[in-house]
């Protein structure tokens, strides 16, 4: 009997609990056209990208979706959902530098102006290569297109970056380009996605720092917790006994509290086109609102040790560094 009841209870628990998480869920509500503007979008394939490049091509603007992945089916799937055809797909491997630089080079000689910058790819599953991806490539992407964004009156920047920051293991500026060590390495897989995350809300800060003369509003936002193919793809490659722990844990807490990738895209989208964020710049976003910032991404003499580092991991030259 007493099974029952607790079997009963977590059920109501996990009712109360998706229910309040629907009324706190925060929703785009910008009544903005963008006809005349133009976004980039990375990462804009599938997932919580794909819903944001959608949502922006349904308000008029010219969408660039970058990827690693073909995108021309999402290309054609969003120009027959929402009438806009002018949306192309240019690729991009941002965990190489030289794709990185490529691509840049591409768009600073097509495209006249840049009004949202997006910077929503990023991989789990594949620690390896997190930094690259989830943080160096950004990083290096958004230098290399920051004279176009300065031509652009009022442009925006999103780092999509994840409330995962907090969980962190950078106690150094050398932890960076080293894994993430813990007592169960079933966690350090979790910990250098977390690292890289951290990385993703210094750096928006950085920039928001440094462009804020410009006009240029630069801001980082947690997503929620998502049920995209960035984590299922993790579950492949991570086959340990803890880390199937971890995924039922996981799948079933997104069951009651997650979202779906057009909810995880709100505030994304909040950022990029609310006027209500046009003065708002270096802060950290959850459901359409300002959020704690983890503390160590407020430590000055830290965040200003990473972006040095990481200016010279990315090899910047002189003249590509924001003074």
Same mark, same amino acid.
């Given at each position: ?13 996990? %009712?109360?609990? /998706?229910?309040?998480?629907?009324? #706190?869920?925060?929703?785009? +509500? ?6 005349? &503007? =133009?976004?980039l979008v990375t990462g804009g394939n599938s997932g919580i990208g794909y819903e944001t490049a959608l949502h922006l091509a349904s308000r008029g603007c010219r969408l660039i979706i970058a990827d690693v992945v073909d995108s021309e089916s ?12 002018? %949306?192309?797909? /240019?690729?991009?491997?941002?965990? #190489?530098?030289?794709?990185? +630089? ?6 600073? &000689? =097509? ?213």
């Amino acid at each position: 009997m007493s099974c029952l009841i607790t079997i009963a209870f977590i059920l109501f628990a996990g %009712i109360v609990l /998706k229910i309040y998480t629907i009324l #706190s869920m925060g929703w785009c +509500r910008a009544k903005v056209c963008l006809v005349g &503007k =133009t976004a980039l979008v990375t990462g804009g394939n599938s997932g919580i990208g794909y819903e944001t490049a959608l949502h922006l091509a349904s308000r008029g603007c010219r969408l660039i979706i970058a990827d690693v992945v073909d995108s021309e089916s999402s290309r054609k799937q969003i120009v027959e959902e929402t009438g806009n055809d002018n %949306i192309i797909y /240019k690729w991009i491997d941002l965990g #190489s530098l030289e794709s990185t +630089r490529k691509f840049a080079e591409d768009i600073i &000689k =097509t495209e006249p102006r840049l009004d949202i910058l997006i910077n929503n790819a990023g991989v789990a599953g594949f620690p390896e290569i997190y930094m690259h991806i989830n943080h160096f490539g950004s990083f290096l992407l958004t230098h290399l297109l920051v004279d176009l964004l300065k031509k652009t009156p009022r442009s925006r920047v999103v780092f999509v970056s994840s409330i995962l920051a907090f969980l962190h293991q950078l106690k150094t500026v050398e932890d960076i380009t080293k894994p993430a060590r813990f007592y169960c390495k079933s966690i350090n897989p979790l910990l250098q996605y977390n690292n890289s995350k951290l990385c993703n809300i210094i750096a928006a800060r950085g920039f928001a720092k440094r462009l804020s003369k410009h006009g240029i509003t630069v801001n980082a936002v947690h997503p929620g917790l998502v049920s995209t193919a960035i984590f299922r793809s993790a579950g492949k490659r991570l086959f340990d006994l803890v880390f199937k722990i971890f995924r039922f844990v996981s799948d079933t807490t997104i069951w009651f509290v997650g979202k779906s990738a057009e909810e995880g895209a709100q505030t994304s989208l909040h950022c990029a086109i609310d006027k209500s964020v046009e003065e708002i710049s270096g802060q950290f976003f959850s459901d359409c609102k300002v959020f704690k910032v983890p503390p160590k991404a407020t430590d000055q003499a830290f965040s200003e040790a990473v972006w040095t580092e990481c200016e010279k991991l990315v090899k910047l030259s002189q003249e590509e560094k924001i003074q």
